[in-house]
Antibody, heavy 125, light 106 residues
């Protein structure tokens, strides 16, 4: 059974940093692209960042560029998101998501099949 | 790519046919996916590539469209279909979602 468990969220002051983690199990992590998607309280879904199975392909939303860094450790079956220069508008539930197919290419790398339950980041002074 | 869903909410009776619309600007060929999210839960993939049903999804769900206009149809609404539905384009990054359609049961 595919399991994605996010951690690392919490209350943080504006301008500070936080590192989110996603522990994966139940599948061959090193064969799948992964993504982070967030949801502000009571709002819709917003894609944040994605990374290819071998870390070669990486993308960010405009809201994340220059402040967030996605990475992965295939040996540990873990996905990470380093959040820096945090703002109040970054307050959200952050989900990690696994794509549909192995060694994906093109649009199949951008389709989310499995999601974790999320970790809540609250940016407030 | 801007994704616009309508309506933002609707209320229908059990057994009704429900249609949700998603418009993409600019066009995205058939690279459109639909997700269902229930309160306090993570989203679930329903339909990918505009009209392909994901495994395990009931056949009352269907999708259609291409280019700029897409629809998600629930042929016979069930109580467990009460949820918020999101479209998402997988044509290009940055990936974008529609604003969501909240479906309630009368």
């Amino acid at each position: 059974e595919v399991q994605l468990v996010e951690s690392g969220g919490g209350l943080v002051q504006p301008g500070r940093s936080l590192r989110l983690s996603c522990a994966a199990s139940g599948f061959s992590f090193d064969e799948y692209a992964m993504h982070w998607v967030r949801q502000a309280p009571g709002k819709g879904l917003e894609w944040v960042s994605g990374i290819g199975w071998n870390s070669v392909s990486i993308g960010y939303a405009d809201s994340a560029k220059g402040r967030f860094t996605i990475s992965r450790d295939n040996a540990k079956s873990s996905l990470y998101l380093q959040l820096s220069s945090l703002r109040a508008e970054d307050t959200a539930l952050y989900y990690c998501a696994k794509v549909v197919g192995t060694y994906c290419s093109g649009s199949s790398c951008r389709l989310f099949e499995h999601w974790g339950q999320g970790t809540l980041v609250t940016v407030s002074s | 790519i801007q994704m616009t869903q309508s309506p933002s909410s609707l209320s229908a009776s059990v057994g009704d046919r429900v249609t949700i619309t998603c418009r993409a600007s600019p066009g995205i060929s058939g690279y459109l996916n639909w997700y269902q999210q229930k309160p306090g839960k993570a989203p679930k993939l329903l339909i990918y590539a505009a009209s392909s049903l994901h495994g395990g999804v009931p056949s009352r769900f269907s999708g259609s469209g291409s280019g700029t206009d897409f629809t998600l149809t629930i042929s016979s609404l069930q109580p467990e279909d009460s949820a918020t539905y999101y479209c998402q384009q997988s044509y290009s990054t940055p990936l974008t979602f529609g604003g969501g359609t909240k479906v309630a049961i009368k």
